[in-house]
């Protein structure tokens, strides 16, 4: 088993591992002669959330845009949350919405993986993601693993190495890291970003760290314009918002506030060296599909890891703020916790 890495060598080391992930995954076979015969079939595990019906709805559509290249979704499994009431209850209606699609069911992941040749990992429950995932990643087949990541830092640690280890390419991000006045910010609108506040909804869900389960998609586009580099994370906690003060090591600041009453909206505000912007409105779900189809195409995560993985410590060390009346949590900490759980976690694996 690959050595896990700490915080500072995962950071350091990533970016050569993402090339190596994507120059073998561009040779993978399925990605060449045999995938222009077969056709680009795409495969979902879980049928548990929305988003499976919406991107089933893009991809299958008639004389759908060519920016997504021709693929279709062909198959799903639908099991993804099994004591989560909200997202269980959804299953049957969703699976008789992606068959008038032209989806067919399939019982297990094994049989969804000989009818498709990439995957969306959908299952509601970020805790069931690790355990989905590793049989695509000995597949050989690019995933996509939709918002949280994981319920855990520990098992996006695992993902990650697990991804290395079989030597297929992954990434997960949120529909609001592709809004296009995030992305004007990162290409440099604003000038260099000197602090940023996001705002979504934070509905909770007992079985997942208050920030995991919705609170991700505020956090992703704090992320987006802010970059990696958090130092530590102060959470603000009271019935119906939360709101958590990242710093930054460079002496930045970011906060996310998540609301649980009032209207459901997204966005924020960046400031930057040269002006500040707005951040929002939310576009769709079409441009983080678009990402998903490069991705698809060339094996290279447009969403680097070390990205990824803050963000889980960054949603961690709030967690643990909370429990320690709001006092600072450093994400090295959580990290260095994490990285122990995952390795545990995948000696049981290979």
Not at 156 to 181: D, M, Q, W
Not at 222 to 228: E, Q
Not at 294 to 307: H, L, R, S, Y
């Amino acid at each position: 088993m690959a050595l896990l890495y700490t915080r500072r060598n995962f950071i350091k080391t990533s970016a050569v591992a993402g090339v190596g992930i994507g120059l073998a995954g561009s040779v993978h076979p399925l990605f060449g002669k045999e995938l222009s015969l077969q056709g680009k079939r795409i495969g979902i595990i879980g049928l548990d959330t929305s988003h499976s019906i919406e991107f089933t709805r893009v991809f299958n559509q008639q004389n759908a845009s060519p920016d997504y290249d021709g693929y279709k979704i062909v198959a799903a499994y639908p099991k993804g949350s099994l004591d989560i009431a909200s997202s269980v209850k959804r299953i049957p209606d969703y699976i008789e919405k992606v068959k008038a699609m032209g989806v067919e069911i399939v019982d297990s992941i094994d049989e969804l993986l000989k009818k498709v040749d990439v995957v969306l990992l959908e299952t509601n429950d970020g805790r069931r993601h690790l355990e989905q995932a590793i049989p695509v990643l000995q597949s050989g087949k690019r995933v996509f693993i939709d918002k949280p990541m994981s319920a855990s830092l520990a098992d996006g640690i695992a993902i990650f190495e697990a991804a290395k280890h079989f030597n297929t390419p992954v990434f997960s991000a949120s529909s609001l890291r592709y809004i296009s006045s995030a992305q004007d910010i990162v290409k440099g609108r604003i000038g260099k970003v000197l602090g940023a506040d996001a705002y979504s909804p934070c509905v909770l869900e007992k079985t997942h760290p208050d920030l995991f389960w919705y609170g991700i998609h505020g956090v992703e586009l704090l992320y987006t314009v802010m970059g990696t580099g958090c130092r530590d994370v102060v959470l603000v906690h009271s019935e119906n918002t939360d709101i958590a003060i990242g710093r930054w090591a460079d002496g930045r600041t970011g906060t996310f506030r998540g609301t649980r009453t009032g209207k459901h909206l997204y966005g924020g505000t960046a400031f930057g060296e040269t002006g500040n912007a707005v951040l929002g409105p939310i576009e769709g779900y079409e441009p983080l599909l678009k990402e998903i189809v490069k991705f698809f195409n060339t094996g290279i995560p447009p969403v680097k890891a070390e990205d990824t993985l803050e963000i889980l410590a960054f949603m961690e060390a709030a967690d643990a703020s909370k429990r320690k009346k709001g006092a600072a949590v450093s994400l090295e900490t959580v990290w260095k916790k994490a990285n122990s759980a995952a390795q545990s976690k995948l000696k049981k694996i290979y």
